[in-house]
């Protein structure tokens, strides 16, 4: 026995462990929605492409595949509040190793190298030299920076697989503890409790987000001058939210080693036998064979995608097409697209229990309202600018622009990249020579025609009139396409209702949203965006992160794919919807048989 029956009766331990759990589920949400909401950030501090930082945003799915299937098998054996506990504490471990990267790797320098603590001399130097850094040329700081990557992609894969086997027992032991002791009146309204704060949970890390990004990443030493959150160049102290979430994690997870094993509750509990487990695998399996059930499964894996590849690089799409700051794109995703998703699946709740929807009339419904929210997604294809020109990248470079050498106290900064827009917003890539090819040039006009205008740093993005309309717009059509969540989520569950017993669908059913959605999307939608790179930074011969895009292949390129999953999922509804009209499976006023 537990420290916990002596607190009084079921009813006060019942809600005690819903609200303990109800935070852990948060601090659950709050890493997740953290990590992506920073994923630009680290690509931007580690030289990561976005093939690399969508793997590793989704490699918990790995783990939390293999060690789900184990659940419905030990669901009744074990502890389960103390499994959850160990679970939870896992997950703080996670948070902390993905912190590791920024204590171990080198302080963080702006490649533009236009800014100094003391002011800025600028000199002109007119000798041609290249932007890239061989193998041979490479120095001491590039080697680390190298190896700072490295070390980043096996911390944080390493972390990131260590999370998915902490969450592995978090829902399915919670929701089935709470449903097993909680009796029927009482269960219904304490997942309703825990799903309110799955709902809302992923908008306060995006949010908390966009508070740590506004913090200088290290946050040790002073910012360099002229370098403001506002600037391309800035990165942001994303490590500091996850030290905040790992010490929620703590802290939510220290109470469910002083729950009971069982309690007294309004119900019988039965221990699975082995034959029984064994049914339930063969109904999981022939539930899997049955094509309406299958056709939805796998037109929410669709759905599924389009959400993924939002929660991953909306707010990179936001500060490359439209010059947002990155505290203020997370901030926007935070604070209006998640909350739109969230109000539109309670509208579709709503909607749910008010017209008494059958399940035949659910594709059709769904049909409806996913091709509105995608016909919503068709203005945003031409909400933006072309891609601004870059002497060298996509605009011819004229004999007249040669090198931009900086002088900062005498000293001559090496293997510096400088970006400068004259007054056409024509942006110029230079890289600073050794001193072996140096001379300097006072007063040289490097720059004809603009009477020798130079400006450091990136040229002002043309499109940032189109951010709160494009942001709206998206919300919008997110709000749209949630309101059919809770009615094809009540058709799933009816297809589980079919099959008795099934206590173990819930779990293994997350299955193929990981497997076929969470996982690979992330990967799918950054190998989309880094095809649309026109321009890469190279170090020691080998590809960086990517400097500049191609806007108008970003933006199609994004979007289509989002469009073609949803189109996809409506294609799959509408066979569905055709294929229930001439079958009797699947309807809501039908009470399953026990």
């Given amino acids: 026995m537990g420290l916990i029956p002596s607190l009084g009766s079921f009813c006060m331990v019942g809600s005690l462990f819903v609200l303990c759990h109800g935070f852990l589920q948060l601090s659950q949400l709050l890493y997740s929605a953290y990590f992506r909401s920073t994923i630009s950030t680290i690509e931007r501090r580690y030289g990561l492409n976005s093939f690399s930082s969508g793997t590793i945003s989704s490699l918990h799915e790995v783990s939390n595949c293999i060690l789900i299937v184990f659940v419905s098998y030990f669901g009744s054996r074990v502890h389960r509040p103390r499994v959850i506990g160990v679970g939870g504490l896992l997950m703080a471990v996670s948070a902390m190793l993905l912190t590791l990267p920024h204590f171990l790797s080198q302080p963080y320098t702006h490649d533009s190298a236009l800014q100094s603590k003391n002011q800025l001399h600028f000199h002109d130097l007119c000798i041609p030299h290249n932007t890239t850094t061989s193998p041979e040329s490479c ?9 700072d990557t ?9 972390a990131q697989l260590l999370f998915g086997v902490g969450s592995v027992p978090i829902q399915p032991f919670g929701i089935s503890y709470i449903d097993d002791f909680a009796g029927s009146k009482n269960s219904p309204l304490y997942i309703a409790i825990l799903f309110a704060v799955s709902v809302f949970g992923p908008s306060l890390g995006y949010l908390l987000g966009s508070v740590m990004l506004r913090f200088y990443v290290d946050v040790n030493r002073s910012v360099v001058t002229g370098l403001s959150p506002v600037d391309p160049g800035w990165v942001g102290a994303w490590w500091m939210g996850l030290l905040i979430i790992s010490g929620f ?6 109470p469910y080693f002083f729950f009971p094993r069982q309690m007294s509750s309004e119900v019988n509990v039965s221990t699975d036998s082995d ?6 695998d063969r109904m999981f399996f022939h539930l899997m064979s049955n094509p309406l059930f299958l056709l939805l499964v796998l037109a929410q894996c669709c759905f599924s995608s389009v959400i993924a590849g939002l929660a991953s690089f909306l707010s990179k799409f936001l500060e490359r097409q439209y010059g947002a700051p990155v ?11 998640l909350p739109a998703a969230a109000v539109g699946m309670l509208i579709g709740g709503f909607i749910m229990k008010r017209t008494g929807l059958t399940a035949k009339n659910i594709p059709r419904f769904s049909v409806i309202m996913l091709t509105i929210s995608t016909l919503f997604c068709i203005p945003l294809f031409f909400m933006g600018c072309d891609t601004q020109k870059i002497s060298g990248v996509n605009y011819p470079v004229e004999p007249i622009f040669l090198v931009v050498v900086l002088l900062i106290n005498n000293m001559l900064l090496i293997n510096k990249i400088i970006c400068v827009c004259n007054d056409f917003w024509v942006e110029h890539l230079f890289e600073t020579a050794g001193h072996a090819h140096c001379h300097v040039f006072t007063n040289c006009k490097c720059v004809s025609g603009a009477d020798g ?7 002002p993005n043309s499109c940032s009139h189109y951010l709160l309309p494009v942001i709206l717009l998206i919300s919008l059509a997110s709000l749209i396409a949630c309101l059919t969540h809770n009615p094809l989520y009540m058709m799933l569950i009816l297809g589980i209702q079919e099959y008795k017993p099934f206590e173990c ?9 990981s497997l076929l959605a969470w996982l690979p999307a992330p990967a799918l939608f950054g190998t989309a965006i880094d095809m649309s790179c026109i321009w890469w930074k190279n170090v020691c011969g080998r590809k960086f992160s990517c400097e500049y895009y191609d806007n108008t292949l970003f933006r199609s390129r994004y979007l289509g794919l989002q469009v073609g999953y949803k189109i996809i999922g409506i294609f799959l509804l509408i066979i569905l919807g055709w294929k229930a009209k001439r079958t009797q499976e699947y309807d809501l006023e039908k009470k399953p048989e026990i």
């Fill in 327 to 337: 505290a203020y794109s997370t901030l926007l995703v935070g604070s209006l697209n």
């Fill in 249 to 254: 994690l703590t802290l939510s997870s220290i």
């Fill in 139 to 147: 120095g001491r700081e590039d080697t680390r920076r190298l190896a």
């Fill in 150 to 158: 490295t070390l980043v992609w096996i911390l944080m894969a390493i």
């Fill in 505 to 513: 669908c819930p779990p293994k059913l997350t299955l193929p949203p």
């Fill in 453 to 459: 205008q130079v400006k450091p740093g990136h040229c």
């Fill in 275 to 280: 034959d029984n487990l064994r049914e339930k």
